[in-house]
Every structure is written in structure tokens, then in C-alpha cells.
């Protein structure tokens, strides 16, 4: 069950953690490449703080964004700002979604996110928690998955498998970790079932994309090409 207080703290964590990361970054830095194709860490920053943004119109009943050339175009306006107002955006914008968030309100209503995409007004502090998490490690600072909170990785990794399951283009697919943590996905595919085994971090770097999944064992078949989120 989703504990809103827990997550909401969570949230904060992992801002003041990317938050102290990128204090100690310059111009120049930002001006680099993320691992993100086609972008900058300045254009990773930049879509951090446009999501907070649209996260507070999502809880607030709003359209996410006015729609996608305005997102991307916000995000590619924003990410050669220099330091400074990067993160004084960013802080701004994660207190308004914290403020948000916070607010008295029906945590079980359904909110509309973006493309359509609806979920639990309870699930959106976790859904910011991804972004700040995982887009810190997009930035390329020495944050990688293992250093993730081992909570948020089985979450996630709950919400990945969830994602993908069903999914016509994936095989069932069950992946284990040497612990006996244990997820489903795919099964749309009529493909042989094939088991996935490696860490819980490994694990979530294939899920989510960030990683090839070279580190991962297989048996049955080779590893699902999963389709991009």
C-alpha cells in the first residue's frame, strides 16, 4: 500500500541529494552530454524542474502539459541557463510540488497524466520519485543504480514488470535476483518463457533502459528487447 507521507519524504531525500550534486558542478559541466542521447545534464536539470511543474497541474487538475512541442520545446529553452538559475529553478520547483502534493485532497482520485496515462492521485509521489532517482544517475556524477535506496529499486522494479506485462512484443519473462526476489512481465509474446537472474540494480537497468543487461543471466532464450518507456 502506498504510504503518501513516506513517499513525499522520500521525494525530499532525493532532492537535496541531486540538489548537493549539482551544487558542486560549474557552467561548463552542464554543458556536457548526460547519458541520455541528445541531451545535456543542463537539459536533464531543466525537464526536472518542467516536471515538477507539470506534476503540480496533474495534481492540481490541469492538462500535464499544454502538449509535447511545448514540453520539449520548455525543457530546450531552459537547459542552457547557467548554474545559478538552474538551481534556484529547481529547488522552486520541487518545494511547489512538495507544497502540491502535500495539500489536503481525495489521495484516491484518478489523475490524468501525460498521453493519456491515468493512475492514483496516491502513485504521483512516487512517479516524481523516478524522475529525481533515476534522472540523477542520467547525469553522469558517480550516482549510479547501486546507490539507489534498495526500497525504491524493488518498487520500482514492481513498476516496471507491471508496466510491461502483457505486452505483445515481450515473451513471459520472470527475472530473479540470488536473494529470491522474484517479477513477472511480459507474456503477450508467444515466444518460450525465459528467466532473467542478476542483482535487483541490474535488474532495473534493463527494465528501465539504462543498462544492456550484459550483467544479466539468461536461460531459455536471449534477453527480451523491451520496448522504450
Known amino acids: 500500500m502506498t504510504d503518501h507521507a513516506r513517499d513525499l519524504e522520500a521525494v525530499r531525500e532525493a532532492t537535496d541529494r541531486l540538489l548537493g550534486a549539482t551544487g ?35 495534481l492540481q487538475g490541469r492538462p500535464m502539459y499544454a502538449n509535447s512541442e511545448t514540453r520539449d520545446a520548455d525543457i530546450e529553452r531552459d537547459a542552457s541557463r547557467p548554474l545559478s538559475e538552474q538551481l534556484a529553478d529547481l529547488r522552486a520547483s520541487a518545494a511547489a510540488f512538495l507544497a502540491a502534493a502535500e495539500a489536503p485532497a481525495d489521495r484516491e482520485r484518478t489523475v490524468t497524466l501525460r498521453n493519456g496515462v491515468t493512475d492514483s492521485a496516491s502513485r504521483i509521489p512516487f512517479r516524481r520519485l523516478i524522475e529525481v532517482e533515476l534522472h540523477h544517475v542520467d547525469l553522469g556524477v558517480g550516482y549510479e543504480l547501486e546507490a539507489l535506496p534498495e526500497e525504491f529499486v524493488i518498487r520500482e522494479n514492481d513498476f516496471l514488470a507491471q508496466r510491461f506485462a502483457g505486452h505483445p512484443d515481450v515473451v513471459p519473462t520472470t527475472a530473479v535476483t540470488e536473494d529470491g526476489r522474484l517479477w513477472t512481465t511480459g507474456g503477450g509474446s508467444d515466444g518460450a518463457p525465459v528467466t532473467v537472474r542478476g542483482t535487483a540494480p541490474d535488474i532495473l537497468g534493463w527494465l528501465c533502459g539504462r543498462r544492456d543487461g550484459s550483467a544479466l543471466t539468461v536461460d531459455g532464450g536471449g534477453l527480451p528487447v523491451l520496448p522504450p518507456l
Open 24 to 58: 558542486k558542478m560549474d557552467d561548463g559541466f552542464l554543458a556536457e552530454p548526460s547519458r541520455l542521447p541528445g541531451w545535456s545534464r543542463g537539459h536533464v536539470l531543466a525537464h526536472l524542474s518542467r516536471n515538477a511543474d507539470a506534476l503540480v497541474n496533474v
